[in-house]
């Protein structure tokens, strides 16, 4: 049958897309906020049931350096190049003096150390890791955990 002068186009359904699935995102959204407001405790011990997630702080030559281990996007957990809770493909951030560092683990034997280069973050000592800036030579700044709890 041909269409003819006055008929009109059949009508087509508005698109499913882009208003049903930011409305599924807010209300997502909204149960998370809500999982984590109503049990945070349980929160942060799955986070941290690995080692890696919560901020650490440290005194790093005088000032607070907050310091988070991330495993980022790891596809197989069982990889057998783990050290100490950490894979290759892991780093860490460093806030320290107005610095946004964010420094990927070495492949280096022994314990995690972090380096992209110039800032290197080692943990071979966890109660006073070893923080350095290479600058013709090497600049180590003294740093020693906060317990936690502490108010320095």
């Known amino acids: 049958m041909e269409p003819q002068a006055g008929d009109r186009p059949p009508r087509l359904a508005p698109p499913a897309g882009p208003r049903r699935i930011l409305g599924l995102g807010r209300i997502l959204g909204l149960a998370l906020a809500a999982l984590l407001l109503l049990c945070p405790g349980s929160v942060a011990a799955a986070m941290a049931a690995d080692g890696t997630g919560l901020p650490t702080r440290y005194c790093c030559d005088g000032d607070l350096l907050v310091a988070t281990i991330d495993n980022g996007a790891v596809d197989a957990p069982g990889v057998p190049n783990t050290v100490a809770g950490t894979v290759p493909g892991a780093f860490v951030v460093i806030h320290w003096r107005g610095l946004q560092l964010q420094l ?23 109660e006073r890791p070893d923080l350095r800036l290479r600058r013709g030579d090497q600049v180590r700044y003294p740093c020693e955990a906060i317990a936690a709890g502490s108010s320095a």
């Open 104 to 126: 990927p683990r070495t492949n280096n034997a022994g314990p995690p150390s972090f380096t992209d280069g110039r800032w290197w973050w080692s943990l071979e000592d966890p």
